[in-house]
């Protein structure tokens, strides 16, 4: 059974912080993603990587930087958190298949409610 | 440009009803698409897939490229059933495009 953990379930951090949000996956896993998740936006893709210290920018990097520096773990940072970086932060991942992408599913952590104020 | 569109926030419907949750794509190659499903206090998992052409906890999805629409429809709702769904789509990039979200409440 895939498991994604998410460092925090709760976060609450001042205005020009920088934020470390931590994903880690146990099914080794080739792919990684990072999305925000607001009321009437829906999910929104910010960050991905199909391999270690590898990344691509998604719909919306602004304000936001990445890491994969270990298959397992796909860390988001905000160089210096802003109120509307509040929200709900999903990583995914999927297995891959030699490094390019495939149809599989995406299987998703408990999400980390980030609230800046 | 890809896009999925949900045009419900919210659909209430008592138990026993049928149900269909709308999913609009906007989408020039073919295209593939999912329902996620998120209950309460449980994580985003997925319900769906149309390639797949199976059907899930009674719920069925048919891709309908004539009028680009994958509705989720399930004949007799139960109060299980509530939930936010939301309808995605994987287009240019193979990355997954999601639509705002619908909350199905049943009532009972």
């Known amino acids: 059974d895939v498991k994604v953990t998410q460092s925090s379930r709760y976060l609450v951090k001042r205005t020009g912080e920088k934020v470390f949000l931590e994903c880690v996956q146990d099914m080794d896993h080739e792919n990684m993603f990072w999305y925000r998740q607001d009321p009437g936006l829906g999910l929104r893709l910010i960050y991905f990587s199909y391999d270690v210290k590898m990344k691509e920018k998604g719909d919306i990097p602004e304000g936001y930087s990445v890491s994969r520096e270990k298959k397992e773990r796909f860390s988001l940072i905000l160089e210096s958190a802003s109120t509307n970086q509040t929200s709900m932060y999903l990583c995914?991942?999927?297995?891959?298949?030699?490094?390019?992408?495939?149809?599989?599913?995406?299987?998703f952590g408990p999400g980390t409610r980030l609230t800046v104020l | 440009a890809q896009r999925v569109t949900q045009p419900e926030k919210l659909l209430s419907v008592f138990k026993g009803a049928p149900v269909e949750l709308k999913c609009n794509y906007s989408y020039s190659g073919s295209p593939e698409l999912f329902w996620y499903v998120q209950y309460s206090r449980q994580r985003l998992q997925l319900l769906l897939r149309h390639i797949s052409r199976e059907s899930i906890k009674g719920f069925t999805a048919d891709l309908n490229k004539g009028e680009t629409s994958f509705h989720l429809k399930k004949p007799f709702a139960q109060e299980e059933d509530s939930a936010m769904y939301y309808c995605?789509?994987?287009?240019?990039?193979?990355?997954?495009?999601f639509g705002a979200g619908t909350i199905l409440r049943v009532k009972s």
């Open positions: 995605a789509l994987r287009g240019y990039g193979n990355k997954l495009v």
């Open positions: 995914a991942s999927s297995l891959g298949q030699g490094g390019g992408w495939s149809t599989d599913t995406q299987y």
